[in-house]
């Protein structure tokens, strides 16, 4: 059954999601895309004229929605977000409005975990720091680079047990890790449970976190929390930079009361304080966790499924409100 | 035993050294520029030679130690010490296994993750700024991934452990087929290379691995294909994987290791979808230190006459 563009169901797309470059075509071929950037008009303007009768959005994981935004799509019956965070999202305004919501699910958490455990051997084992020496040419000058530091028996405290963290558990174990976490609650797990991340910062010398933003893990990693890792602590954060109080992280890094840190994730992207720009005791990532040909794909098809599933009135693929 | 002469091939571990110096009377072979004046002179007081992956104990320089006792290598590799020599001369040869195996395969797997996500180039590109002009490409997922290792021995085994919690299958390619294992043999090298996605260097090197890794077997890993290695620079034709990776034949490589250390082929250096570490695989303070402890616990137990901790001839 051939449709033509105007039977395709109408979806405004917010926040210009990286993976339509790749996939846009494609989504244009099942949905009428309302992008608001190829616009001339003011984005408020944009969505009066045309979007008053938009049922669905499908916004990137930057894009505040807040009641403000809600208020002017009136129609608005599910929001798809390409992130599986949703510290951007008012999810209590969605849900009093009837509006369901839903994510990327779990589908980026092997390639986060991966990519957690990459900057951890990376932090440790002075990676990328060895890789800058050679390609400097300093290895014939400096016959050896300075000794780094083992990864097996680093008692490794994971913070938020969710998918995410539970696919680093996996990960770290056979590199002979000793793991524990701090969770909400307690889960059917055989690593330690400690429901205070600075006694879990106590019994640490490593901290990945992998926690959702929320109002209560705002500034969770503090000075506190650094302190009570140690001197030889590393921090891995591949999760959203305002978990960790990013201020009080680079004076420790400077200071040396902790001895290193991965960062996928900053407080204010893509700004990256200067000061750990010439540490080489850091690894910095430009929010890349995620990022793979494959997840990419699957964010495409699960994008497209969820709403796909909304326009034929079935249940969403990977709900976020109990609708 | 401060009067048996230990013959230090090159510095390799200051800890190592310093215990030397303590318990024997230690030469610093590295002070010496005239090498012949050298073994002129103290020949006949050297009664072990402590070598590492640089430098060894070669024929030659076996010869010229008519005192040898014992070669107590720092490092597990033995390419560097002539075993066929010692054993006609009934010379003692140690070296450091299973401590270093941890360490040496948490590189590996690092090495993989490096360069299959780009981390290097992640930071270079953080720290250059160029985050502000734009967000970084998509980079090609790890998990998943099929890994043919070279060599089953304790590191290559390691490896495959830990590869296997990515989700990553393992096949291998060795002398014999291991028994006790589920990993997909291969008898062929190149039907190894032309079935995994990851190849990685964990063998011996003898005179019949140099090189084991050829045009030949790059071509069959491919485009999309990454080489590791962590074994020694000669087990790969460093030659043809520059003119491989410069030329797209292979798509990537992790490498602690070159054919003549500490010299780098330039032409890798602007490349991105490249590693490159100075052989740092056991270089941890935990591993060298164990590395070393075990170095001086051979040499005690050969000169109190006890059974050697680590022997290999």
Redesign the interface.
């Known amino acids: 059954m051939a449709e033509s563009k105007n039977d395709l169901p109408a979806v405004i797309v917010l926040g210009n999601p990286?993976f339509l470059k790749?996939y846009g075509e494609q989504f244009s071929s099942k949905f009428k895309l309302l992008k608001p950037w190829e616009s001339s008009l003011p984005l408020n303007q944009f969505i009066t004229t045309h979007a008053q009768s938009v049922q669905a959005m499908l916004c990137s994981g930057g894009t505040r929605v807040t009641p403000s935004l809600l208020s002017q799509f009136p129609s608005l019956r599910v929001i798809v977000t390409t992130s599986a965070g949703l510290n951007h999202m008012d999810l209590d305004e969605c849900r009093r409005l009837g509006i369901s919501v839903a994510n990327a699910g779990t589908i980026f958490s092997?390639?986060v975990?991966?990519?957690a455990?990459?900057?951890l051997?990376?932090v440790l084992?002075?990676?990328?720091a060895?890789?800058?020496?050679?390609?400097n040419?300093l290895?014939?000058l400096h016959?050896?680079?300075p000794?780094?530091?083992?990864?097996?028996?680093r008692k490794v405290g994971i913070v938020g047990l969710g998918s995410i963290g539970l696919e680093v558990a996996?990960?770290l174990?056979?590199?002979?890790c000793v793991i524990s976490y701090q969770s909400r609650k307690k889960k059917p797990v055989p690593f330690p449970f400690y429901p205070d991340v600075h006694e879990l910062a106590t019994k640490c010398d490593v901290l990945v976190i992998c926690c959702a933003l929320t109002d209560q893990t705002r500034h969770l990693i503090n000075k506190e929390v650094l302190l009570a890792l140690g001197k030889q602590g590393i921090v891995i954060n591949i999760a959203r930079g305002a978990i960790i109080n990013e201020m009080e992280l680079v004076q420790c890094l400077v200071q040396g009361e902790i001895a290193g840190a991965g960062l996928d994730v900053f407080k204010n992207?893509?700004?990256?304080p200067e000061e750990l720009?010439s540490l080489d005791n850091v690894?910095?990532?430009?929010?890349?966790a995620f990022?793979?040909?494959?997840?990419?794909q699957d964010l495409y098809e699960l994008m497209s499924g969820n709403l796909e599933a909304f326009f034929l009135n079935k249940p969403l693929l990977t709900p976020v409100l109990d609708d | 035993m401060e009067s048996i002469g230990v013959l230090m091939a090159c510095p390799m571990s200051s800890y190592l050294e310093q215990e030397l110096d303590k318990r024997f009377n230690l030469y610093r072979f590295w002070n010496f520029p005239q090498k012949n004046e050298f073994l002129t002179q103290h020949a006949n007081s050297i009664r072990a030679v402590v070598g590492n992956a640089f430098a060894g104990a070669d024929a030659e320089l076996i010869d010229s130690l008519p005192k040898l006792e014992i070669v107590s290598s720092f490092s597990v590799g033995l390419d560097k010490i002539d075993l066929n020599k010692c054993k006609e001369k009934g010379i003692r040869v140690t070296n450091t296994p299973d401590v270093l195996t941890e360490d040496v395969a948490d590189l590996a797997i690092g090495l993989m993750l490096a360069v299959l996500r780009r981390i290097c180039e992640c930071d270079r590109y953080v720290r250059k700024g160029l985050w502000k002009t734009g967000d970084f490409k998509l980079t090609s997922k790890f998990s998943g991934k099929s890994v043919g290792i070279i060599g089953l021995g304790r590191i290559g085994l390691a490896i495959a452990k830990r590869a296997e919690a990515f989700g990553c299958p393992i096949s291998y390619h060795s002398r014999s087929e291991k028994p006790n294992t589920n990993y997909k043999y291969y008898s062929s090298l190149v039907e190894l290379a032309s079935n995994c996605q990851i190849l990685v260097v964990a063998c011996a090197l003898t005179p019949e691995t140099r090189h084991i890794v050829n045009r030949e077997v790059m071509e069959a890993l491919g485009p999309k294909g990454v080489l590791i290695n962590i074994g020694r620079g000669p087990h790969v034709d460093e030659k043809e994987l520059v003119s491989a990776l410069l030329e797209g034949r292979l798509g990537g490589a992790g490498l602690d290791v070159f054919e003549n250390e500490p010299e780098v082929p330039e032409q890798l250096f602007g490349l991105e979808n490249v590693v490159l570490l100075p052989h740092v695989g056991s270089g941890t303070e935990e591993t060298r230190k164990d590395m070393a402890d075990l170095v001086l616990g051979n040499l005690e137990a050969h000169f109190l006459n006890k059974p050697l901790l680590t022997p290999v001839v």
């Open positions: 990286s790749l092997e390639d975990a991966d990519f455990v990459g900057l051997i990376d084992r002075k990676v990328s060895a890789d800058r020496f050679v390609r040419g290895w014939p016959r050896d680079y000794l780094a530091s083992k990864v097996g028996g996996k990960r174990e056979p590199f002979g992207e893509p700004n990256v720009l690894v910095l990532s430009p929010h890349v990022l793979t040909e494959d997840s990419f």
